[in-house]
């Protein structure tokens, strides 16, 4: 099982501030097969980059997503308020699936 | 647009069973395969099951292998989870989502139901 690690826990940032957010895998994902969503309390996960890299349909293009192998990240370019929330990333790329804890990006 | 909405979650004893079910809407169901992932705030996400666009393939996370059975209608656009022999560890939010894939399995989650709370208790 590919074990997902998250960094940092929580991230304090202000409005318009860049959030980087990472993900580091205990292996190699194939093929890319990385996802990162978004949760705000009582909701759902939404998904928003798929593919590593790929925005997920009606998602701003403040939203990036990069990397390869056992290394990716989330790029936030400038912190909009409904931003504030919980990112979790997911690899695809083997059975079984496995998400990461996440990290908290919180209003400094 | 597309719906998914869960139903059938409650209060079980260990060992009991619990069927969930998932109602979908808003897009050609029989094209897509079908997931249920749950979260606690202990554990945090976790893939549980996955049915293939067909119904004729499922897979199953180690932790429910043997005890977990997830299962299509597609004349009723509905999926399902039956859960047996519950055990504490299984008390989650599950939530039914959609692959993002037609035709095929690439088990990332474009769309989501709001989830169901089963909690298993004594």
């Known amino acids: 099982e590919i074990v997902l690690t998250q960094s940092p826990g929580t991230l304090s940032l202000s409005p318009g501030e860049r959030a980087t957010l990472s993900c580091r895998a205990s292996q190699s994902v194939n093929n890319r097969y990385l996802a990162w969503y978004q949760q705000k309390p009582g909701q759902a996960p939404r998904l928003l980059i798929y593919?590593?890299?790929t925005r997920a349909t009606g998602i701003p293009d403040r939203f990036s997503g990069s990397g390869s192998g056992t290394d990716f990240t989330l790029t936030i370019s400038r912190l909009e308020p409904e931003d504030f929330a919980v990112y979790y990333c997911?690899?695809?790329?083997?059975?079984?699936?496995?998400f990461g804890p996440g990290t908290k990006v919180d209003i400094k | 647009q597309v719906q998914l909405v869960e139903s059938g979650g409650g209060v079980v004893q260990p060992g009991r069973s619990l069927r969930l079910s998932c109602a979908a809407s808003g897009f050609t169901f029989s094209t897509y395969a079908m997931h249920w992932v749950r979260q606690t705030p202990g554990k945090g996400l976790e893939w549980v099951a996955l049915?293939?666009?067909?119904?004729?393939?499922?897979y199953y996370a180690d932790s429910v292998k043997g005890r977990f059975t997830i299962s299509r209608d597609s004349s009723k656009n509905m999926v399902y989870l039956e859960m047996n022999s519950l055990r504490l560890e299984d008390t989650a939010v599950y939530y039914c989502?959609?692959?993002?894939?037609?035709?095929?399995?690439?088990?990332?989650?474009?769309?989501w139901g709001q989830g169901t709370l089963v909690t298993v208790s004594s």
């Open positions: 989502a959609r692959d993002i894939r037609p035709w095929g399995i690439r088990p990332c989650f474009d769309y």
């Open positions: 593919d590593a890299s």
């Open positions: 997911q690899q695809y790329g083997s059975l079984t699936f496995t």
């Open positions: 049915i293939s666009h067909l119904g004729n393939n499922q």
